[in-house]
């Protein structure tokens, strides 16, 4: 059984969300994480986020049938990657961590403005400042992307 499937439930306090994702790189205006349900220090996380439509990318991907970006899944499944890598209480966090390959990436469905994504992340190796993670987004219990991550950083 995956990691995803038996972590224990916890919320997750506002601060507790905004410690996390200050060990993130991106400014709030390019973040995909609205809330943190579950963060297992350096093994596994979920998070949400909710598209509210008035995201100015979402005006011209599609106009008039709006479509959150595939390649936006992708990064809010990076970041929540991020998030657990970061959290790890056993390996300091990386400086400058970013997102340097997607593997088996496959975009199963859209989402749209009012729905919620709710974004897994499993950390399957890490070897230095490489981490590899396992990442699904789903939406109203459909998967919208499943993704292979890796992210790298500096010591």
């Given at each position: 059984m995956s990691v995803l499937n038996r972590i224990v439930v916890r919320s997750f306090e506002m601060n507790d969300l905004e410690k996390a994702l200050s060990l993130l790189p991106?400014?709030?205006?390019?973040?995909?994480?609205?809330r943190l349900t579950v963060l297992d220090g350096g093994k596994s996380g979920r998070?949400?986020?909710r598209i509210r439509g008035d995201e100015p990318f979402l005006r011209g991907h599609f106009p008039g049938v709006p479509i959150f970006p595939g390649v936006l899944l992708a990064e809010a499944a990076a970041q929540l990657a991020g998030v657990v890598v970061q959290s790890d209480p056993a390996v300091a966090p990386l400086k400058n961590l970013k997102l340097t390959a997607?593997?088996?990436a496959?975009?199963?469905g859209a989402a749209?403005?009012?729905d919620v994504l709710e974004i897994r992340a499993e950390v399957t190796g890490r070897l230095g400042n490489l981490v590899q993670a396992r990442?699904?987004?789903?939406?109203n219990g459909v998967d919208v992307l499943a993704a292979d991550l890796a992210l790298s950083g500096e010591n």
């Open positions: 991106h400014g709030p205006e390019f973040r995909f994480l609205d998070g949400e986020y997607l593997r088996n496959k975009i199963l749209r403005p009012g990442a699904v987004v789903t939406v």
